[in-house]
């Protein structure tokens, strides 16, 4: 059974740090994604990940991937309030089907 | 182009009742998908569809049900609701079933 872990599950930074979210999983697939989900809105996709070595950036947003750690990394760099959301890693295993994280809550205070 | 159209957003049930909801894809779209989000289980799979044939299905009880129309658009059904079917049902679809998945707004169901 496929299992990914994300960690840390709460994250509390002030604005202008960075910090690191970190999802391990457990079984090979052929694409990670990142999603991010304000409260009580649906998920935005933020990042594909297709092989090993991949980066991608988005404005404050990194995202890598080592398939061979079974290990993908999301870089927050100096943070703002904006960026407060809750983080979703996910693996495709085949057709539609996700197994996601179980989220990282990120708060960033002024 | 619109996006995926979940509706209704909100429903209130009772124990016991059925419930059904209802997805539109993405124009185009073939395949839709559903996930149920819990606090407690937090994201899970349900069952995806394309081209109106059930392909994956989750680890779900049978009263979770699912259907896709000719027309792409897809409904699931739960019988027999249970306090623990509260959840946010998300909807996603995408072109092909190997694709990205676009998600919709979702369908906060409430079981009282």
Redesign the interface.
Known sequence: ELKVEQNPLFLSMQEGKNYTIYCNYSTTSDRL?WYRQDPG?????LF?LLSNGAVKQEGRLMASLDTKARLSTLHITAAVHDLSATY?C?L?L??????????TQLTVNP | KAGVTQTPRYLIKTRGQQVTLSCSPISGHRSVSWYQQTPGQGLQFLFEYFSETQRNKGNFPGRFSGRQFSNSRSEMNVSTLELGDSALYLCASSLETNSPLHFGNGTRLTVT
């Not at chain 1, 809105?41 to 996709?45: A, G, I, N, T, V």
């Not at chain 1, 539609?96 to 994280?101: A, D, E, I, M, P």
């Open positions: 994604y809105k649906s998920l935005e996709s594909v979703f996910a495709r085949g057709g539609s089907r996700l197994t996601f994280g179980e989220g």
